[in-house]
């Protein structure tokens, strides 16, 4: 596979167990079979194909990371990712697969922004991305949206996608309205992290006052960027407030319904469902699970039911 034929396209995963489960017909849109295992490799392959620089930078304590250092690899760039030394070892070292030069953070001595804004000036050749506040990144994401819409303007009534720092929402809310869909877009949010929930409650960006302890540690962002916040405060119809128990139920769901690992982030859509199943009652539903990297250990605890109590 070329670089210019990449991403792949996503993958939809019809499963009707689960629809019968959760009360709606219910498509799941699966990036976990994109490259580096996660939607976030759409927007590191759009940053590197369209910034006119020979190196990025970026700080990441996982799927973007792994994602540019892949896009830089495949283009014959160079990737540094900045990355806090409480990071997972398998998420590092999947960094320095693809190539990429890691720079670990002592989040006891600098935070994510500090550390960042102090290797922008080590290497001012570098492009600096942010994994969601870009607009590269959200044209990246676009690209689902659009994939989506092509399914059929009218085959879906809703579209349930995971919000963190917004560059997915936005991207696939760009991508859809490109197309021309007429589906209500809906936003799935950890509870523990209701940042953007609050934010449309309030008209302006809200905070969260420290990291989120959510599972969905995708979701762990302080808040939405401001460029997917002036996108998605008029293009979502609402954000589900999804409880830490519906996001591990989510991940056994998808395991055992539809044969489909997830990682939590990925799971908050059908946590969302479960949350508030009078909400999309009957409607036909696309399920985005944005990726499935996960530590082996948490899915073997989540997928059996020995956190259930928790």
Do not use: C
């Amino acid at each position: 596979m070329s670089f210019d034929d990449l991403p792949r396209p996503t993958t939809l995963v019809h499963a009707p167990r689960l629809s019968a489960v959760l009360g709606a017909a219910v498509t799941l849109v699966a990036e976990t079979f994109q490259e580096t295992g996660s939607f976030k490799f759409r927007a590191a392959w759009n940053v590197v194909r369209a910034a006119p620089s020979q190196a990025f930078l970026t700080v990441s304590s996982g799927n973007f990371g792994q994602a540019l250092a892949r896009a830089a690899a495949l283009a014959g760039k160079r990737a540094i990712v900045a990355m806090p030394a409480t990071s997972a070892a398998v998420k590092v070292a999947a960094v320095r697969h693809w190539g990429a030069q890691v720079e670990l953070l002592d989040p006891a001595r600098e935070s994510r922004a500090a550390g960042l804004a102090r290797l922008a000036a080590a290497y001012p050749e570098a492009y600096v991305a942010s994994p969601y506040d870009d607009p590269l990144v959200i044209a990246g994401n676009a690209s689902l949206g659009r994939e989506i819409a092509a399914l059929g303007r009218d085959r879906f009534d809703d579209v349930v996608v995971p919000v963190g720092g917004g560059g997915l929402a936005a991207g696939v809310a760009t991508g859809l309205a490109e197309a021309g869909s007429r589906a209500r877009l809906l936003g799935a949010e950890p509870a523990l992290a209701d940042d953007a929930a609050r934010s449309l409650e309030s008209g302006r960006i809200e905070r969260n006052e420290s990291e989120p302890t959510t599972i969905a540690d995708g979701a762990r962002t302080p808040s939405l960027g401001a460029r997917n916040w002036e996108i998605l405060r008029t293009a979502l119809a609402g954000i589900v407030r999804v409880p830490e128990g519906d996001i591990r139920r989510g991940v056994r769901l998808l395991d055992s319904l539809a044969n489909l690992k997830a990682e939590p982030t990925g799971a908050l859509g059908i946590g969302a469902l479960l949350a508030e199943p009078e909400r999309l009652r009957d409607r036909r539903v696309a399920v985005v699970v944005s990726g499935g990297n996960v530590d082996p250990g948490l899915y073997a605890e989540l997928i059996t039911g020995a956190d259930a109590a928790a």
